[in-house]
């Protein structure tokens, strides 16, 4: 079974290409589970962390913005694709035409490329809370208003992926994303990305400005909890899932405050006092965009689950990311 | 004031072009009324019904899928865009490729020269109540999830307009649409193009199939009444419209059992025999995935009236089209 992930070399990419190494079944398009034998890693970049080791895993960098690229990627051979290459929200916002470039047409790209396979393979759309359009609580129907480029590129592609999936061509899935949390390594350029820092910074010893009100919850997931979420997402009966085949993640919901206090209990006081406060305005109007609670009771029939509490959040990150040691 | 309606000799962008030659006050970029003194007819064909006879009126063929194109014809003169060039339901849904390229690609186009010309233009798209996914009652908070790729395509061009709308490209606003009834003409690829049919044809004095169960009902409004919310949507403050540039249009819901009544009550026996059903499996699935019964808040508060009755549906097209005799 061949397995394609765009955006490979990337932070959810890489670690489900992990996952999928170690436990190689996922469920093949007779919808019978085998092991994954060719694991092929897309990326605009040269790999930031080494790529796996493996003679499964072949590495391949280009551009998805480029057809004959993503059709060369996508062959005959292939059963599923994630599709995680993306430009992120605030890169999205601060550059109009790249992310429509990326985002959109390069989504394309991977559903016409899926498409003349002729063989209607398994896609894993990745989309994200920015869909939605500053509700404070969401549910499996809540209406796509996005509020920023990044949020209508992803509405955008769930629409695409459920016509494509229509038609026969592919056999599509998105999984809405919450915001992940502890994402490892540097920031990025994701409005999401200090909900990262704040607690990955004081645990590696930096220092770092918390740009939001202490007040202003987050919906969030950790990248253990997402690949998971992938997997399972990936495996579940297209049929049951119905025309619409977006699946909304849970999250837990914390606010900003309730993350630095749950930082200050785990990992005492000197750690959390690495934090201030410096208040960024296009931030916090971007974030105040995104919901604060969601209900999926669809990603619940899945038996797809998200964080126990953020002390969990943390551990995860320290355990996976950190070799169990806090910078004192 | 320069206009431009794209698919301009079509059936509603003619008679809209008419409506503003008669009126040519419209609401211009500072949001005061202007004169139109120029009006461009842009259209992938030549006209079928002869193009308005006014010396303001200009004729452009061209193709709105070569992005060239477009620009040229949106150019830094140009005050409002009336976005009306697309391939109907039956024919996207027919050819895939084609659906996309006018639909989805063309709009952008549009999208794109509006925004070349660094003015924010007005630009009033088109969109169609195949947004929805099988519910039987809308409000302007229902979710889009549409079942076809027409649907979809639309669905598509309401989220780039708010997008290109939020990013001061242009000063965009969606009119969504129900089933236009009585099309004059002859019948065209839509779907929905029956439910003009089994009204048209026996008045003119053709024989006509009815493919879908009287109990169907359809959300129609009139092209008189149509035309009216174009306008009335171009001139709205964008401003209070909000981040969802998005207007859902009310209609009437009468099933094609009562629409075929009024043509009974109203021309006679006679007439209303030349009626007969043939039911067609694809065209009642297409159809059962559309909205019966519309709540439309925004367009109500903008004054944006339906039509009052399946009476005055046909006496409207008896008056306008077929000056006033009905053929027994």
């Known amino acids: 079974m061949k397995v394609v992930i765009t955006g490979g070399t990337g932070m959810l990419g890489r670690r489900l290409a992990l996952r999928i190494l170690e436990k190689p079944e996922l469920t093949a398009l007779d919808g019978t589970p085998r092991e994954v034998d060719k694991l092929v890693l ?19 960098t280009g551009d998805i913005c480029d057809a004959a690229t993503v059709d060369a ?27 429509y470039a990326v985002n959109l047409d390069g989504g394309r790209n991977v559903l016409e490329a899926a498409r003349r396979t002729g063989r209607c393979p398994r896609i894993v759309f990745t989309s994200s ?43 599509g899935r998105t999984l809405r994303l919450p915001t992940i949390v502890v994402r490892p390594g540097k ?49 579940a009966d297209g049929e049951s ?26 990992a005492g006081d000197e750690v959390a006092d690495r934090v201030t406060a410096k208040p960024d305005e296009l931030i916090q109007t971007i974030v105040d965009g995104w919901p604060w609670f969601a209900d999926g009771a669809r990603a619940r029939a899945l038996e797809m689950e998200p964080d126990a509490s953020v002390e969990e959040i943390i551990e995860t990150f320290v355990d996976e990311e950190l070799g169990g040691t806090i910078a004192k």
């Open 42 to 60: 897309f990326d605009a970049f040269e790999p930031v962390e080494p790529p796996p080791d493996d003679p499964r895993v072949e590495l391949v």
């Open 73 to 99: 990627l996508i062959d005959g051979e292939t059963d599923s694709v994630f599709h995680f290459a993306a430009v992120v929200s605030g890169g999205a916002e601060a550059d109009f035409d790249l992310g």
């Open 129 to 171: 809370l920015a869909v939605y359009g500053g509700e404070r609580s969401i549910d499996d129907s809540t209406a796509l208003t996005p509020r920023t480029s990044y949020g209508t590129q992803k509405a955008i592609g769930e629409l695409l992926v459920n016509d494509y999936t229509r038609k026969g061509f592919v056999d």
């Open 187 to 235: 920031p990025n350029a994701a409005a999401s990305g200090f909900a990262s820092s704040i607690l990955r910074e004081p645990l590696q010893g930096d220092v770092v400005e918390n740009p939001v009100d202490p007040e202003t919850r987050m919906l969030i997931l950790s990248p253990k909890r997402a690949v998971q979420a992938f997997i399972d997402v990936h495996n």
């Open 241 to 266: 899932l119905g025309p619409n085949r977006s699946v909304m993640m849970n999250g837990i919901s914390p606010t900003i405050g309730e993350m630095l206090e749950a930082l200050r209990a785990y």
